[in-house]
């Protein structure tokens, strides 16, 4: 069917028209016959009202009037190429309505709530263009008839609408579809104090915070949901009612008031205000409440007194649950009273005593107040009574030192608990006289005049010593100091020492000497083993001691039946204290292996002047038992340590020797190894043998002076 011309091919103007100005024909001059309509209305509408003609009331006309131009210039472009869209009307209600549809909240306002309010105009303009672009498609793509397609098509949009509206109103619209032509200017602000809403004519505040703020004063409110947000500082008002804040720079239409005097006898005032009629609405302290209105008027953080009075906020700075004007201690949360120690300083009492610590210089130490001459930690106590402190005192326990008991560092013992004044000066001159440090305390035996008292003392890393306090020593020539025992001996003399006769720690046999064999290890020498019945008894190693290692015993009948010799072990300082190392046993028939020697320490404060013996010698391996048994392995030397702040050993005999190691026993016999006798020779391998093997000589001991 041929499509309705919407308007025919104007005529050629004939010859002759006339011109006006000679240019525009006089038919032209109907596209402005509006104007005078225009001019008429205008002078009528001011005549009836003297607003009509004003910008507010111009630009609401404009506003207003909007959506009809926009409908209206569309139409006005498809005319203008002769062609006709009947959907136009339909397509500005579904757009909108599918916006809606999509963004209102379900329930009371028939949405299904899919999509953000934000998304409102957007969705509106796309559903829009969708509509165009099928009748463009329609009526370009497929010829079809524009007046038909766009006919349908306002019938197909209109269903949609009912269908998806259910024929009822949207309500609960986002502001996105709100603001651009249903907003106006209410009339109130929180422009003086950010969150403080009143209204601008009178300046009564009605609402204060953010969305999860309250009304004041029991004023209306109705912001929309999630309103104000502090978007702006000027209120607007929807046409449903509700509520926002937007920037005061927009340009909208007001709401605004118009009625008598509310105050027809007050010449101050047209409006009660705050305070009511013939009563200022003063501001004292410019926090947006009259004075009458507000509990502390020169205050402006406070509209009421609260618990602590108009002028002081109601401020809990540390967090402790009590305002600062209730708590003497505003700044520390563990205290509300200065207490004893003060604001911020704890009053507690660390170490249990009778003070606080902010009253004490010694808060971790329950007997001290403050440190006095040893320090915290440290007891100021004076066991001899001279007047010096223990830890100032060189002999805390001898009233007549105050200076340290030697003078020089000794090694191994400690003289806080022995008092030299009460011991004895003794000359060994009796015979023999042995120590015996098994015992505890050590026993004396033939001690020559008054005896002392021994000490048991500890050392660290080390056994425990017996320690034996002089005030001086002689052991006389042809007297002995026999010392045995478990424990090592130090004779701590507080004066001088003179040995013109023997001190004996040897050990002897399968005895050690004092502190001997004590916790050796692989510093014992090691078993031989062996069949002698077979001719094939090994020797036993010898013991390892502070200076060197002790020899392997033999191999009996070319056997690997030795034992290895015991390793090295402890310092060249002697510290700790201890003896030698037992050597191993024969192998074959078990013949024992020696013991090492004994630890013997003299330290004098004065001269140590030695013209005798002193001796901590290993024994000697047992020869091998029986028919070709391995003979055992030699003990090591002991440890001899000599300190004085003079010392003179010239002609001295002082050794620390190993003890040989014991033959191999039978006609084919090995022969034991030599003791060591010096720091820097091993103890001898034992001899091998087609028959036993002889035992290994024991390591050299350590003398120290």
Same mark, same amino acid.
């Given at each position: 069917m041929p499509e309705t011309a919407l308007a025919e091919t104007p005529a050629p103007v004939a010859a002759g028209k006339r011109l006006i100005g000679g240019r525009v024909p006089i038919a032209r001059l109907r596209d402005l016959a509006l104007v005078p309509a225009i001019l008429i209305i205008a002078v009528v509408g001011q005549i009836v009202s003297p607003v009509f003609l004003q910008p507010d009331?111009?630009?609401?006309?404009?506003?207003?009037? $909007?959506?009809?131009?926009?409908?209206? +210039?569309?139409?006005?472009?498809?005319?203008?190429?002769?062609?006709?869209?009947? $959907?136009?009307? $339909?397509t500005m209600g579904l757009a909108p309505g599918v916006a809606a549809w999509?963004?209102?909240?379900?329930?009371?306002?028939?949405?299904?709530?899919?999509?953000?309010g934000g998304w409102a105009i957007p969705v509106t303009l796309a559903v829009g263009a969708l509509v165009g672009a099928i009748n463009a498609i329609l009526i370009i793509r497929f010829g079809l008839n524009g007046f038909i397609v766009t006919l349908g098509m306002l019938i197909v949009l209109r269903g949609a609408l009912t269908g998806i509206s259910g024929g009822q109103t949207f309500f609960h619209l986002p502001p996105s579809m709100l603001y651009l032509s249903n907003t106006s200017w209410i009339g109130h602000t929180d422009s003086t104090i950010e969150g403080l809403w009143v209204w601008a004519d009178n300046r009564v505040p009605f609402w204060r915070g953010t969305a999860n703020g309250s009304a004041l004063n029991s004023l209306y409110a109705n912001w929309s949901s999630g309103e104000p947000n502090g978007s702006g500082n000027c209120g607007v008002m929807y046409t449903s009612g509700a509520f926002d804040d937007a920037n005061c720079s927009s340009t909208l239409p007001f709401v605004c008031e118009v009625g008598p005097d509310g105050c027809p006898n007050d010449s101050t005032k047209d409006?009660?205000?705050? %305070?009511? %009629?013939?009563?200022?609405?003063?501001?004292?302290?410019?926090?947006?409440?009259?004075?009458?209105?507000?509990? %502390?008027?020169?205050?402006?953080?406070?509209?009421?007194?609260?618990?602590?009075?108009?002028?002081?906020?109601d401020a809990d700075s540390d967090g402790d649950g009590k305002l600062n004007c209730q708590d003497g201690c505003p700044n520390d949360a563990n205290k509300i009273a200065p207490g004893v120690c003060g604001c911020n300083v704890s009053d507690a009492n660390s170490d249990g005593d009778s003070k606080?610590?902010?009253?004490?210089? %010694?808060?971790?130490?329950?007997n001290k107040l403050d440190p006095g001459l040893c320090g915290c930690g440290t007891p100021d106590s004076d066991s001899d009574n001279d007047g010096t402190p223990n830890c100032l005192d060189g002999c805390p326990a001898d009233p007549t030192l105050s200076a340290a008991c030697f003078p020089f560092t000794h090694s191994?013992?400690?003289?806080?608990g022995i008092n030299f004044s009460t011991t004895p000066t003794t000359t060994l001159n009796c015979g023999t006289t042995t120590v015996n440090t098994s015992t505890t305390p050590a026993t004396l035996s033939n001690w020559c005049g008054s005896a002392p008292a021994p000490l048991q003392q500890t050392q660290s890393a080390g056994p425990e010593i017996v320690v034996i306090p002089l005030q001086g020593l002689l052991i006389s020539a042809g007297s002995t100091l026999?010392?045995?025992?478990?424990?090592? +001996?130090v004779l701590a003399v507080r004066g001088n020492v003179t040995v013109d006769g023997i001190v004996d720690a040897n050990a002897s046999g399968t005895t050690p000497g004092a502190g001997g064999n004590w916790s050796c290890g692989s510093s014992a020498g090691v078993n031989g083993s062996g069949d002698a019945s077979l001719g094939q008894g090994g020797g036993g190693g010898g013991g390892g001691a502070f200076g060197t290692a002790g020899g392997r015993g033999g191999q009996?009948?070319?056997?690997?039946?030795?034992?290895?010799?015991?390793?090295?072990?402890?310092?060249?300082? +002697?510290?700790?204290l201890f003896g030698g190392c037992q050597g191993g046993n024969g192998g074959g028939c078990s013949a024992s292996g020696g013991a090492g020697g004994g630890a013997i320490q003299i330290t004098a404060s004065g001269t140590l002047d030695v013209n005798g013996t002193i001796r901590a010698n290993g024994a000697a391996g047992a020869t091998g038992c029986s028919n070709e048994g391995g003979g055992a392995g030699g003990g090591s030397g002991g440890a001899i340590l000599l300190e004085a702040a003079t010392r003179d050993t010239t002609g001295a005999n002082i050794t620390a020797n190993a003890g040989n190691g014991g033959n191999g026993t039978g006609p084919l016999n090995g022969g034991g190894g030599i003791g060591s006798t010096s720091s820097g020779t091993p103890g001898a391998n034992g001899g091998n043998a087609v028959?036993?093997?002889?035992?290994g000589g024991g390591g050299y001991g350590r003398i120290k002076k």
């Open positions: 009331n111009l630009l609401n006309v404009l506003q207003t009037m $909007s959506e009809i131009a926009l409908l209206v +210039l569309a139409e006005t472009m498809i005319l203008i190429v002769k062609k006709m869209d009947l $959907s136009l009307e $339909s999509l963004v209102v909240p379900v329930g009371a306002g028939h949405g299904l709530g899919l999509l953000p409006d009660p205000g705050q %305070c009511g %009629c013939d009563l200022p609405d003063t501001d004292g302290d410019n926090d947006g409440f009259a004075n009458c209105n507000d509990g %502390c008027p020169s205050d402006a953080g406070k509209q009421a007194a609260g618990v602590c009075g108009c002028g002081t906020p606080l610590d902010c009253e004490e210089m %010694c808060d971790s130490d329950p191994n013992f400690n003289t806080s026999r010392v045995i025992g478990s424990r090592p +001996l009996g009948d070319n056997s690997n039946n030795y034992g290895n010799g015991g390793s090295a072990r402890g310092n060249a300082n +002697l510290t700790p028959g036993a093997g002889g035992g």
